[in-house]
T-cell receptor
Framework: GQNIDQPTEMTATEGAIVQINCTYQ??????LFWYQQHAGEAPTFLSY????GLEEKGRFSSFLSRSKGYSYLLLKELQMKDSASYLC????????????FGTGTRLTVIP | DTAVSQTPKYLVTQMGNDKSIKCEQN?????MYWYKQDSKKFLKIMFS???????INETVPNRFSPKSPDKAHLNLHINSLELGDSAVYFC??????????FGPGTRLTVT
């Protein structure tokens, strides 16, 4: 089975840094994705990690530790437009293009 | 130029009816998917199609049936609609093994 856990909600201040954690237990692992979803819109791709370590992309960074079944998404210099849900997703077994999503973390950025 | 499109955007219907949601992608991707996002915003995969072959089918009722007339289209047919089918349905596509691109979603309301 697949089990992916994230905090349900987080609040952070504009200009600050926030870290959203994700832990997973899955049968097979072929990468971990982070998606952003604004209310009423489709999820959009943010990052992909398949090897251990940190991937940086502008204000967003994503970290993966496969041995710990753990990832985090780091958002720097928060802006009001970063208020959204952040979805952690694990790609399962080799050969299958299935993504298993966590329940998402709703981030609210306050002035 | 819309990458992944879905129609309709909103669908309101009564219990027991049969309905279809259409999805088209112009990205030339090999794999297309259907996801269901419930009221708690949990995104769960329903089907994926690779080169017109169903490769996964996550324990969804057989009232739901995907139809792929060609590589660029994956339609979702739902028979005998039930109240619990109310949700947002997202279509997505991906190349062989990387990020998925999501359509805008179809909000289905069963009354």
């Amino acid at each position: 089975g697949q089990n992916i856990d994230q905090p349900t909600e987080m609040t952070a201040t504009e200009g600050a840094i926030v870290q959203i954690n994700c832990t997973y237990q899955t049968s097979g692992f072929n990468g971990l994705f982070w998606y952003q979803q604004h209310a009423g819109e489709a999820p959009t791709f943010l990052s992909y990690n398949v090897l251990d370590g940190l991937e940086e992309k502008g204000r967003f960074s994503s970290f993966l530790s496969r041995s710990k079944g753990y990832s985090y998404l780091l958002l720097k210099e928060l802006q009001m437009k970063d208020s959204a849900s952040y979805l952690c997703a694990v790609k399962g077994q080799t050969g299958a293009n299935n993504l298993f999503f966590g329940t998402g973390t709703r981030l609210t950025v306050i002035p | 130029d819309t990458a992944v499109s879905q129609t309709p955007k909103y669908l309101v219907t009564q219990m027991g009816n049969d309905k279809s949601i259409k999805c088209e992608q112009n990205l030339g991707h090999d794999t297309m998917y259907w996801y269901k996002q419930d009221s708690k915003k949990f995104l769960k995969i329903m089907f994926s199609y690779n080169n017109k072959e169903l490769i996964i089918n996550e324990t969804v009722p057989n009232r739901f049936s995907p139809k792929s007339p060609d590589k660029a289209h994956l339609n979702l047919h739902i028979n005998s609609l039930e109240l619990g089918d109310s949700a947002v349905y997202f279509c997505a596509s991906s190349p062989s093994s990387y990020e998925q691109y999501f359509g805008p979603g179809t909000r289905l309301t069963v009354t």
